[in-house]
Structure formats: C-alpha cells, structure tokens
C-alpha cells in the first residue's frame, strides 16, 4: 500500500527511533567493555558466574541487530514509498521485549539469584516505552507495556519462589512494579496518539495554506506573495515598467458565445501570455476580461526592467502568431498593447480587514492611456519617448506619432509606434 503523508512521517519517526537504541545500545557496550578492562572487580562483585558477562554482551548484540533489521526494513519501505505494515510493529514489540526478558531468566538461572530484580536491565523496560511513542500508534505502546508488565510479574514471581532473597521493600512493591509498566505504557500510547494527531492537523493546516497560496499566486505573482510574508505592510517605490495589454473588440468577438465557450478562449489565450510575462521576470497585476496589466521591475528591484517588458513584447507577438495560425476561428484577433516607465508606489492598500495590492502612480495612467490609443493610430504596441530612450539600441523599426495629450495629464506625451 502506497504510503500518504502521515506513513512517510511514520516511517522517518520509526527510523530516529531504531538509530537511537542502536546509539544507546552501542555506547552501554562500549561502557561495559571499559570497565570489564579497568574496573573488572566491579563485574567480579556483580556476577558470580563468568558466563554471565558474554550473556550481556550475546543480549545486546540480538538488540542491535534486531534494530538494524528493522532500520533495513524500514529504508526499503521509504525507497518504495510503502507505509509500515502491522507485522513490522508485532516484530519489533516482540523481540525488543524478549530479548531482554530472556536475558533477565538466563542470568537469574546461571547467577542462582532473585537480585536481579533491582538491576539495571530492569530500567531498559522504562526506556524501551519512553521511546515507543515515535510509533504514532497508541496500540502498539499499550502492547508493549503489558507486556512487559505480564513478563515482569511472572518474573518476579518465578525467581522470587525460585531464588528467594530477603528483600528491604515489601515484596507487593516489586509486584507494583508491573503495574507501573502497564500504566507506562498506557501513558506513552496516549502521547502517541497525540502526536499522531497533531502531526495530522499540521499537515492538514499547511496544506490548506499552500491551497490558499496557490489561489493567491493565480491572483499575485509569486514574488510578491514572497514580498508579503516577508513584510505584511509591504511598501515601496520602485523605478518599473507597465504593460497594458487589450484584446480588440473583445465583447463582438465572443457575443455569440457561451460563458464556458468565453472562458475557454480567455485561458488559451492568456495563460500562455501570462507564463511569457513570468517568463520575462514579470508580474501580472491585473486580470480584466479582455486584457491584463503587468509591472516589471518590482516588487524585486531590477534596474533592466525595461529590456525584461521589452523581452515580453516580443515574445507576445510570437506567440500571437502563433496562435492565430493555430486556432482558425482567430485568425482576425488583434491585441493593442501600451508601455510606459518610471516610478510608481507599490504595496497594500485598503483597510485592516481588506487589503488589496496596487501598483499606483501616474506611470500607470500614462500606460493605460498609451494602449488605448493602439486603436485610434491602427497599431499593435505603442511605448512612450521616455521608454524608446532607453530601448533604442533594441528597437529597429520605429515610427514616431508625436506628442498626444492626454486625459486627466496636463503634461503632453510623446508617443512612438514599434509594432
């Protein structure tokens, strides 16, 4: 079964895990190895038999390499992209308690001892249900907590009967001791359960997010949803180039279609248009019906804005071509489009509860003014004097209209013909 988002984190949860008793396991036989050298009166005073040494060093080892099978297992189920199947959990329950627990009534038979009972193996039990948690799953924590505390009280009352010792505590205390197992793990399920749950609900809210981001980045160009994380109030003035862009006789055009008919023809069209804009370090502001308006040059400042519209125009116009010889039924469609540079003030404007991004400032109007007078002087690009300046040495054909006044500007523009 293909492994969803929550099994891929299972299964990077469940290999930490194994890694780290594979560490822990390692450095406690490095300790013990240390000290069989330099402290060996310690193991003497410990254990009376001297097989009881390898038994420790046997026990560990079938950890390790219980747990390097698993990591193993575990690695080819990433590669597979598989999620963890519940035989891989009964495997690890089972031999991480057995072993162990075999060791513990091995070297209580070969030791002729109940001591045991308060020796450090016994702590193992705690470590092995504090980590069992990167499971996710709060079955397998409860399992392994009762059975460890099934083990640990028929232990207790096999060596105790066994190997009977005077104890300082009151032999319930040991039997309380299984108890303890069993709410510990009960305990380590809940937690589990609760990471399992939170770690769905983050996934869920950041995929909800990245839906909210994408309709965004449909709206707004990537770069400025980058500029609005970064900074919500985002404002600046930058030095851009504006493309307005229009389809001639737009309503005509699609009167007779349907809204599905519309909207089919407005997506060939323009999404390619917009990729081609994007293509050129653009951003597109605005979407209308029949056109768009992009900006080049902000919210990231580029000093060669000017070349970048440039660079889009021309690749507009090839694609304009190309999309008339395709598609019959548009072999008459003509665009106008209007350019024009210089400062503008880009950011957020509205109220706390409604914003809404603007590039504003008079290049804007000029812009828009520019390309609508594609119509009226039968062109399809026209740019101003102040934006041929700088574009000349791209520009080989060229026609100038002269100086045009224009509504609301008390300045005259001078307007040049390139297409």
């Excluded at 193993?72 to 963890?84: A, E, G, Y």
């Excluded at 799953?137 to 460890?148: C, E, K, P, R, T």
């Excluded at 108890?179 to 983050?202: C, D, H, P, Q, W």
Aim: aromatic share 10%; charged share 20%.
């Amino acid at each position: 079964m293909q492994a969803n988002y929550l099994d891929a984190e299972i299964l990077k949860s469940e290999k930490k895990r194994l890694e780290v008793f594979i560490g822990f396991l390692l450095t406690t036989t490095l300790v013990t190895i240390f000290i069989q050298f330099s402290h060996y009166q310690i193991l003497r005073d410990t254990f009376k038999n001297p097989v009881s040494y390898p038994l420790i060093i046997i026990a560990t080892v079938s950890m390790v390499i219980t747990f390097m099978i698993g990591r193993r297992w575990v690695i080819q189920l990433q590669k597979h992209n598989r999620k963890l199947p519940r035989k891989y959990y009964w495997y690890t329950v089972l031999l991480e308690v057995f072993i162990p627990s075999a060791w513990l009534v091995v070297a209580s038979q070969v030791e002729e001892t109940s001591a045991l009972l308060d020796s450090p193996i016994i702590f193992l039990y705690y470590i092995l249900i504090i980590v069992s948690p990167l499971h996710l799953d709060f079955w397998v924590s409860a399992a392994m907590g009762l059975l460890i505390a099934l083990f640990f009280m028929g232990y207790t009352y096999w060596v105790t009967a066994q190997y009977p010792i005077d104890f300082h505590l009151p032999m319930v205390t040991y039997y309380l001791r299984s108890l303890m197992y069993f709410l510990a793990g009960i305990l380590a399920g809940l937690v589990a359960n609760e990471l399992k749950i939170r770690l769905s609900r983050t996934n869920r809210e950041i995929r909800e997010k990245e839906e909210i981001e994408g309709l965004f980045n449909q709206q707004v160009s990537k770069e400025m949803v980058v500029a609005l994380k970064e900074k919500k109030d985002f404002s600046a003035r930058l030095d851009v180039t504006i493309l307005f862009l229009d389809i001639r006789d737009f309503t005509q055009r699609v009167q007779h279609l349907s809204p599905e008919e519309v909207n089919k023809f407005q997506n060939e069209f323009f999404s390619p248009v917009i990729e081609l804009i994007n293509e050129s370090k653009g951003i597109v502001n605005q979407i209308t019906g029949d056109g768009l308006m992009a900006t080049f040059g902000a919210p990231v400042t580029d000093k060669t804005h000017y070349n970048c519209a440039w660079m889009a125009v021309e690749k507009i116009l090839d694609f304009l071509g190309e999309f008339r010889t395709k598609s019959p039924e548009h072999a008459t469609l003509e665009i106008g489009m209007g350019l024009h540079c210089g400062e503008v003030l880009v950011g957020n404007i509205g109220t706390e509860t409604r914003k809404q991004l603007s590039i504003s400032g008079t290049p804007v109007i000029i812009a828009s003014r520019i390309e609508q007078l594609n119509k009226e002087l039968n062109s399809t690009v026209l740019i101003s004097r102040q934006l041929f300046n700088l574009l000349k040495d791209k520009i080989q054909t060229f026609e100038i209209k002269g100086l045009v006044k224009m509504k609301g500007l008390d300045e005259e523009i001078e307007i040049i013909k390139v297409h």
